[in-house]
């Protein structure tokens, strides 16, 4: 699909990967509805999209209401390109978790995604165009021990958009799911109960990754104009996927060497 010019809706705009994928589709003169539950952030950034040539709309929106995604819809009426960005991290193993830990990464990261499709998506199949992007995390790929809640919350996000995907390909309607790993973000401001060591330890992750919020949104933008299906934009991701695809007991194997040295880390 085309993205100039055309009607998109981001959530979780108001920062972060949201914020510069609405500053990239502002400089390809679009549309762009900003959505996120931070009202008075969302006015910089509307800010920042009319300087950067876009036009912008805002509406202040909780992905996990129901109502609320209604209301949107009936505001903004039919998107060319929708984008799920809105979510949460969280670490920790499954022993200890607490289910009101899992009931926010599913109702957040998961049935938010889904909430915004069902309302915008039957449009776009009626025109027959449109394009959706769902934002996951390679932590939905790797699978990585240590952080069972998001990782499985971020896998369903990936599986959810393969379904799509082919449920409404025949409809014109593209549909693209970015896995992105650690890059420079507020991301540890939504790890509820990490403790100081983790949020420092994910903090150097993303200052040290050598991939940009700038880097992710173009890599999107990319796909979603190629009608790509997975965006990896890391390249060390992109080795460790097709490892796990191809040689899937090698991958268990590094996973567990790396599970051994962070529990001898953490025992010393």
């Not at 049935?111 to 027959?128: K, L």
Request: with cysteine; glycine share 8%.
């Amino acid at each position: 699909m085309q993205i100039a010019g055309t009607t998109t809706l981001v959530t979780g705009a108001a920062s972060g990967l949201g914020r510069e994928l609405a500053l990239q589709l502002a400089q390809r003169g679009c549309t762009v509805w900003l959505a996120d539950r931070n009202g008075d952030a969302l006015d910089g950034v509307a800010a920042e999209v009319s300087a950067a040539g876009g036009t912008p709309h805002t509406l202040v929106l909780d992905v996990t209401d129901d109502e609320g995604w209604v209301a949107a819809r009936a505001r903004v009426g039919r998107v060319d390109l929708l984008v799920n960005n809105a979510g949460v991290a969280d670490v920790g193993p499954l022993v200890g978790s607490t289910d009101a830990a899992w009931d926010r990464q599913l109702n957040i990261n998961v049935m938010g995604v889904v909430r915004g499709c069902r309302q915008f998506v039957p449009a776009m199949v009626d025109a027959r165009r449109g394009h959706v992007v769902n934002i996951a995390s390679f932590a939905g790929v790797a699978l990585a021990p240590g952080m069972i809640a998001y990782n499985t919350a971020k896998a369903a996000v990936v599986a959810f958009s393969e379904s799509l995907r082919v449920e409404v390909a025949l409809d014109g309607v593209g549909v693209t799911v970015c896995c992105p790993a650690f890059f420079r973000t507020n991301l540890t401001d939504s790890m509820d109960d990490a403790s100081p060591d983790m949020v420092r330890r994910v903090q150097r992750w993303m200052d040290t990754s050598g991939v940009t919020a700038t880097d992710v949104a173009l890599a999107t933008l990319r796909a979603v104009e190629r009608n790509e299906m997975m965006v990896l934009t890391h390249s060390l991701t992109r080795r460790y996927h097709w490892m796990k695809r191809l040689a899937p007991e090698r991958y268990r194997r590094m996973l567990l060497q790396q599970e051994a040295k962070r529990r001898a880390r953490s025992s010393s």
